[in-house]
């Protein structure tokens, strides 16, 4: 089936420390989405791309990294530059046609211990 | 800037108490306006699509409505299994074009 996978399912991370998010589908779609939801704030772009070694800064891109080299892997990292990281992080695909709206993988809950 | 709002922020229905979410929007040129369901701790699973004034979509007790300014979700004799939060989002027809702006959801939490 085809689908978006993001993993790991949770992830911790100590203060000072980068870490990675993986998204991979295999919807053949052209264009990928970072997503930080925190409670009370909804969805808020961190970064996207539409096509292999190109992505775009979101609304809050500060802190965070992206590289696009597969059509099918958007990796996102953390980096120590993010100083409020604890969020659930959802990545998601889309075709490039108007009217075309996104499939969500499952989320990854990362918590600053 | 396109703008999407949600109301109320959340909801509490009785099972079988049918009411409406309402998702207000100011986008230049709309080309789709999206509703989302999303369970605790899950992604958003996608519901509708709505394109342009006056389309209709149903599924189950869901049905999506569209004007110019807003849409509406309205659950009929709604149980306790629609309790999710529900995301609005639209697509505009200037920038990146397949980019969506969402709003803050709305709660929804059903009571047998």
């Known amino acids: 089936d085809g689908g978006i996978t993001q993993s790991p399912k949770y992830l911790f991370r100590k203060e000072g420390q980068n870490v990675t998010l993986s998204c991979e589908q295999n919807l053949n779609h052209d264009a990928m989405y970072w997503y930080r939801q925190d409670p009370g704030q909804g969805l808020r772009l961190i970064y996207y791309s539409q096509i292999v070694n190109d992505f775009q800064k979101g609304d809050i891109a500060e802190g965070y990294s992206v590289s696009r080299e597969k059509k099918e892997s958007f990796p996102l990292t953390v980096t120590s530059a993010q100083k409020n990281p604890t969020a659930f992080y959802l990545c998601?695909?889309?075709?490039?046609?108007?009217?075309?709206?996104?499939?969500f993988g499952s989320g990854t809950r990362l918590t600053v211990v | 800037e396109d703008q999407v709002t949600q109301s109320p922020e959340a909801l509490r229905l009785q099972e079988g108490e049918s009411s409406s979410l309402n998702c207000s929007y100011t986008v230049s040129g709309l080309r789709g306006l999206f509703w989302y369901r999303q369970d605790p701790g899950k992604g958003p699973e996608f519901l509708f699509t709505l394109y342009s004034a006056g389309e209709e979509k149903e599924k189950e007790r869901l049905k999506a409505t569209l004007t110019k300014k807003e849409s509406f979700l309205h659950i009929t004799a709604p149980k306790p299994e629609d309790s999710a939060t529900y995301l609005c989002?639209?697509?505009?027809?200037?920038?990146?074009?397949?980019?969506?702006?969402f709003g803050k959801g709305i709660t929804l939490s059903v009571r047998p």
């Open positions: 998601a695909s889309s075709q490039m046609y108007v009217g075309y709206g996104y499939t």
């Open positions: 989002a639209v697509q505009a027809s200037t920038g990146a074009n397949s980019k969506l702006t």
